[in-house]
Each structure stands twice: as structure tokens, then as C-alpha cells.
């Protein structure tokens, strides 16, 4: 990284290296600058980054800022594509408030099996807001990225939708002994997956505060003992690890998503292995959120994919494949609006990620949201059946922006669709 004139400028080069995600063996992956995954990137508010990518892959690629508030043409669309060999330069203005963001490959058709293969990475954007705040920071304030793989001494294998993916993986690693001190820390905690959905808790069924979402800082802290997250989505949680004796181990658990339990069951193990000071703590008020503004619109979306066992399922918004060349809505600039999100399948779990805005949680089937959903998010999961009601404000950019399934399986086989806010 290299700085010119306030701006955080980093060169970075998408192309296939080995990772050694099991131990002794290893595998070939897509990365960024080599790195799996992609190398971490620490922005502040007011300072803008700017990204070159250069394509050395042989398949397209394009880089999108998962909750970011930025321009059309630097938001990573899924046609917006950087052939192999060309590059791209990406800038993030960085106006927004903190929030835990990420960033991965968004090729249409292609961003499925491209963030399988490794192209993601975690950006965590700071701001005056979160650093007055006592919470654990620096060493203390870890990054954690998660995900499941079908992984073996061959390699890395990808199908759509594949129920075998029943490596769990953090950080690049499968099942990674973590070591840390006997106190607080601060986990960032990004469910990296195509379309795993997961149940974090550790072993012990110890505490967790959770204390921020997508969109940053939660209004105030949450003591839980289970961290929900559907694919995309991010957790922000303190562990205090003085409760357990130097030398002893607790282990991170999954209980979401299919597979064998004994398999998709342990993330991590973290190993306590020294004291250490600890003057942080987690106050009981973490932010102010604006006050929602009256709606101004309202929309409904249904998400659905064929479920019937047809051998070519597709997936669909409001019965539509994605078509880039079709706008789906039209968003007056400024607007502030209710959208209604059906889940209207019967077997298959969805979730829906807007780009552009952090928006809020108004409803789940009806019912307030829980606190875990009291902040600001770009994601949210959907159960069968469920409907969600969240309100987003389109005052910051216009142009083009696709909404769509996370489950990255599910967005490219056509859960997705276009919003033009003008
Ligand atoms: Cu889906």
C-alpha cells in the first residue's frame, strides 16, 4: 500500500496460487496478491482507497465491495467484468460510517465458483465513532473468515450446490488452533460461504457479546450464545477469554447447514496461552442509529428457485431470471423505502443483499426484529417461507445497483435483478 495525497492506493494481483487449507497438503486456489484469503484491508471514513486489480486468472473476473456505498462503475457489476490479462482500477470513497465489509469476485455466472476458488477478502472500515469506544483493538481485534469447502488431497472441488462441502474453514485453514490471551478480544467474524448457513457458539455454550453487524456497531451490546449467519453476512463479537485457565482450549462450533456434525460441527479451536493486560471494555451504548425517515414507497420482492429435483434448476426475483439488460425497479434518488421480502420456497433457505445501502430490519414474519438485527445490514437471511420487511434510503449514489441471493449458487442461476435509483 502506498499513500498519495490522502488516498490509500494498493496494487493487487488476481491470479491462482497454492494454499495450504489442509495440513501438509497443497491445494490450488484464485487469489489476490497470492493471499487465502485475500489480504486484509483497513480503511478509514474520509479516507478513500483505491484499488488496481490486474486479472492474471483465465476466467473474467470482477471485484465488488460488499456493503459499500460507492459509484456504479466502481461497485464490481456483475457484467463490469476485467477480462484475463486486463486490469481495473476500483475506488471507495470511504464516505460511510464504519461497518465490517468484504470484498469478492461478482462475475456473472462466474462469482460462484470464483469466491469458492478464493476470491474474497475482509475490509473493515473505521470511523471517530467506533474508536472513541473502548472495545478491544489492535491485536486484540480479530478477523475471522469462515467458510465450508469439498476439500480433499486432489484439490478443491467445486459443483453448484454441492451438499459435501463439509470442510470447515477459517482464515484459510481447516480447523486452525487460533492462540490467544487470557482476555478480551474483538472477533470479526465473516461468513464467507457460497451458501452454508451457520450457527456459531462455542463449545462450553460460554457467552459472546455480540456487539455489530453488517453495517457496523450494534445500538448496544448483545450477550448471546449462538451468532446466526447466512452466507455474506458478518458478526461482530467479544469473546472474553480471562474466563478460561492458561493452557486450556475452547472450540468454536457450527450447528447450521447440512453435513455431518462431526465434520461441520468445529470451526476452530482457540488455545489460551498467556495473560495479558486488558483495560477494554464494552459499553452499554455502542452508537446512535438516524432516526428512520417516513417511507416514501413501498415494494414487494419474492425470491424463489425450482425445488422439485429437476435436473437444470434455475432461481428467480419475482419469477425473473437476472437479465442485465432489464431494469426491475426504478428508485427516485432520496427516496426512503419499505421493501417486502418473500421467501416463497418450501424447502430451500434464501437470503437478500442489496448493494449500495445498509438499510434496517423492520419485520421478520411479522415480529420485530432480535437485537442481532437491531443495526445496520446489507444482508439478511430468509427461512422458507419467512417474510422480511427492511427499509433502505437511496441518497448517496445513482445509477444501477443488482440486488440478489447471497447464496452465491442461487444469484448464478438467476436470483438477482437490477434497481436504477435516478
Ligand atoms: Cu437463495
Redesign the pocket.
Known amino acids: 500500500m502506498s499513500s498519495v495525497g490522502g488516498i490509500d492506493v494498493y496494487v493487487m494481483t488476481m491470479r491462482p496460487a497454492t494454499a495450504e487449507i489442509l495440513p501438509g497438503i497443497q491445494t490450488r486456489v484464485l487469489t489476490f496478491n497470492g493471499s487465502f484469503p485475500g489480504p486484509l484491508i483497513k480503511a478509514r471514513r474520509g479516507r478513500p482507497v483505491v484499488i488496481h486489480q490486474r486479472n492474471r486468472l483465465d476466467v473474467p473476473t470482477s471485484v465488488h465491495l460488499h456493503g459499500g456505498e460507492v459509484d456504479p462503475q466502481h461497485d464490481g457489476q456483475p457484467m463490469a467484468t476485467i477480462a484475463p490479462g486486463e486490469d481495473r482500477t476500483y475506488y471507495y470513497p470511504n464516505a460511510q460510517p464504519h461497518a465490517s465489509l468484504w470484498y469478492h469476485d461478482h462475475a456473472h455466472h462466474l462469482e460462484s465458483e470464483n469466491v469458492y476458488r478464493g476470491l474474497s477478502g475482509q475490509y473493515l472500515l473505521t470511523d471517530e465513532v467506533e474508536e472513541a469506544l473502548p472495545l478491544p483493538s489492535g491485536e486484540y481485534d480479530l478477523p475471522i473468515a469462515i467458510r465450508d469447502a469439498n476439500v480433499d488431497d486432489t484439490g478443491l472441488h467445486y459443483t453448484m450446490s454441492d451438499r459435501n462441502r463439509s470442510t470447515m474453514i477459517a482464515n484459510g485453514k481447516a480447523y486452525p488452533y487460533v492462540e490467544v490471551a487470557a482476555r478480551k478480544y474483538r472477533i470479526r467474524f465473516l461468513n464467507c460461504s457460497n451458501q452454508r448457513f451457520m450457527e456459531l457458539g462455542l463449545e462450553d455454550g460460554g457467552e459472546m457479546i455480540q456487539i455489530g453487524s453488517d453495517g457496523g456497531l450494534l445500538p448496544g451490546p448483545h450477550p448471546t450464545t449462538s451468532i446466526p449467519l447466512s452466507a455474506a453476512e458478518r458478526a461482530d463479537v467479544v469473546i472474553d477469554f480471562s474466563r478460561y485457565p492458561v493452557g486450556s482450549s475452547v472450540v468454536l462450533r457450527n450447528s447450521g447447514g447440512f453435513g455431518n456434525p462431526e465434520l461441520v460441527g468445529q470451526v476452530l479451536r482457540f488455545d489460551i496461552v498467556r495473560t495479558a493486560e486488558d483495560d477494554s471494555s464494552v459499553p452499554s451504548v455502542l452508537r446512535e442509529l438516524p432516526p428512520l425517515p417516513q417511507p416514501t414507497a413501498e415494494r414487494t420482492v419474492t425470491?424463489r428457485?425450482d425445488e422439485d429435483g429437476r435436473p437444470d434448476p434455475q432461481?428467480y426475483i419475482d419469477e425473473k431470471l437476472y437479465d442485465p439488460d432489464r431494469v426491475d425497479q426504478q428508485i427516485r434518488f432520496g427516496a426512503s423505502e419499505v421493501w417486502t421480502v418473500k421467501n416463497l420456497n418450501q424447502i430451500?433457505?434464501?437470503?437478500f443483499h442489496m448493494h449500495l445501502v445498509q438499510f434496517r430490519v423492520l419485520e421478520r414474519d411479522g415480529r420485530p426484529p432480535g437485537p442481532a438485527e437491531a443495526g445496520l445490514k446489507d444482508t439478511v437471511n430468509l427461512r422458507p417461507n419467512e417474510t422480511i420487511k427492511v427499509q433502505a434510503t437511496f441518497d448517496t449514489h445513482r445509477g444501477s445497483y443488482v440486488y440478489h441471493?447471497h447464496?452465491l449458487d442461487?444469484s448464478a442461476m438467476g436470483?438477482m435483478a437490477t434497481m436504477r435509483i435516478s
Open positions: 425470491l428457485m432461481a430451500a433457505w434464501h437470503n441471493c447464496m442461487h436470483m
